[in-house]
């Protein structure tokens, strides 16, 4: 399945699914990113920890960890 993590700077992906339970997946959700989201992946940092993406039109930072579980289309 392709996740937010394996996205290539530059593209523009939809929330499939996110697969997290509890805390962190509330978290996810309350920054904007739900089922149906398009998200634009702005920039990826050197060693691929953080991505920069736009989502709802704000930027915003993901840890590696958080990014793989939201899966894509």
């Known amino acids: 399945m392709p996740t937010l993590k394996n ?3 530059g ?3 939809t929330v499939r ?3 997290g339970t509890g805390a962190v997946k509330r978290r996810i959700m ?6 149906g989201t398009e998200i634009y992946v702005r920039k990826v ?3 691929g920890d953080p991505i920069e993406i736009t989502v709802r039109g704000y930027e ?10 939201i899966e894509t289309v």
Do not use: F
């Open 60 to 69: 915003l930072s993901l840890r590696k960890a958080d990014a793989e579980i």
């Open 45 to 47: 940092a050197p060693l």
């Open 30 to 35: 309350d920054m904007g990113i739900t089922k």
């Open 11 to 13: 593209s523009t992906v």
């Open 17 to 19: 699914k996110i697969n």
């Open 7 to 9: 996205a290539k700077t």
